[in-house]
Each structure stands twice: as structure tokens, then as C-alpha cells.
Nanobody, 123 residues
């Protein structure tokens, strides 16, 4: 199983970034997917949840209206379009896969994780 994030970088406040997560080795179309993030010295926090099939996408309030998540079952990938970035969005961003939709904001609900990609928002 592999989940590989990409697209992170250093940007100024107000800028945009698009993260991607390429997956392999499991039945992607049958898994719920999510993005989490971890700032230095902080817990890993839930960002967004995408149900299998993409029928529901649920955002944390901190990113609602600024971030847009999507999945492509033909390419086994998910993406996170991040607009109007703020310094408090600085973190390592992880994609994760879960076979169940219960407790989707909790790290423990996810079977598979990527290695993360760094996003730094600073002037």
C-alpha cells in the first residue's frame, strides 16, 4: 500500500496551493479518504473527509470555504485545493484512507497514511 502526497511548498498569505495524493495497493474506490494536518508541536488534526464515491465531503470549520477536496476514482487520487492560505495553515499535510466512515475525524479510524507534504505560509 502506498499513499504519496505532493504539491506542498512555501507560499505567501493569501496564496493558493493544490495538494495531490496518489495511491496504490488497495481498493481505492471502496475507501473513504481524508486529509489531516500537523503543525509543529501540535496534534495531527482533521481537515476534510471524502466518502467513497465522493458523495459527501465534510470539512473542518477552520478550512470551510477556502479549501476544496476532490477524488478521482479513475486515477486513484485525491486532491486538496487550498485558497486564501493563512499562516495558521502551516503544517505537514497527510492523506489517509479508511474502510469505515465512523469517527472520521479521528486518526485511529484510518488504516493507511501517506508520509506527508510540508505547507508553509509565510510572508
Amino acid at each position: 500500500v502506498q499513499l504519496v502526497e505532493s504539491g506542498g511548498g512555501l507560499v505567501q498569505p493569501g496564496s493558493s496551493l493544490r495538494l495531490s495524493c496518489a495511491t496504490s495497493g488497495f481498493s481505492f474506490r471502496n475507501f473513504n479518504m481524508a486529509w489531516f494536518r500537523q503543525a509543529p508541536g501540535q496534534e495531527r488534526d482533521f481537515v476534510v473527509f471524502i466518502t467513497w464515491g465522493g458523495g459527501r465531503i465534510l470539512y473542518d470549520d477552520s478550512v470551510k470555504g477556502r479549501f476544496t477536496a476532490s477524488r478521482d476514482d479513475t486515477k486513484n487520487t485525491i486532491a486538496l485545493q487550498m485558497n486564501t492560505l493563512k499562516p495558521e495553515d502551516t503544517a505537514v499535510y497527510y492523506c489517509a484512507a479508511a474502510s469505515s466512515a465512523s469517527k472520521f475525524t479521528a486518526q485511529g479510524a484510518y488504516e493507511y497514511w501517506g508520509q506527508g507534504t510540508q505547507v508553509t505560509v509565510s510572508s
